[in-house]
């Protein structure tokens, strides 16, 4: 008998103007892969290489259906920035896989829900 290995949506990254702000959406599986693949389109730094860039006011995380350790560190370090000034990112649509994740790390107080 094979071996059969279950592989969901590739991960995307992609980061979108909102108003005053800017909403990072990611959906499917944010692994290593879908991190390197967003360093490799954004080089220098990313999200945080401009610091007149405007700040991520919001994470949609509504079409995640796996998020890894590194898809985790992504998150927190594109959204430092915002939290250094003194406001929490909004968590729009946050699914199961992410939410778990986030929850088993202790890393929620670090977003807001959105309303």
Do not use: K, N
Request: charged fraction near 20%.
């Amino acid at each position: 008998m094979g071996e059969f290995l279950w592989r969901g949506a590739p991960g995307r990254i992609t980061v979108e103007a909102d108003g005053v702000g800017r909403v990072l959406r990611l959906s499917g599986e944010i692994d290593t892969a879908a991190v390197a693949v967003f360093g490799e389109q954004h080089p220098g730094g990313g999200l945080e290489a401009d610091p007149e860039a405007p700040l991520i006011t919001a994470v949609d995380l509504s079409a995640v259906t796996f998020l890894s350790s590194a898809g985790l560190s992504f998150l927190i370090r594109a959204t430092r920035r915002s939290r250094q000034a003194g406001q929490l990112p909004a968590l729009r649509g946050l699914a199961r896989p992410a939410r778990q994740v986030m929850e088993i790390a202790g890393v929620t107080g670090m977003f807001c829900s959105a309303a």
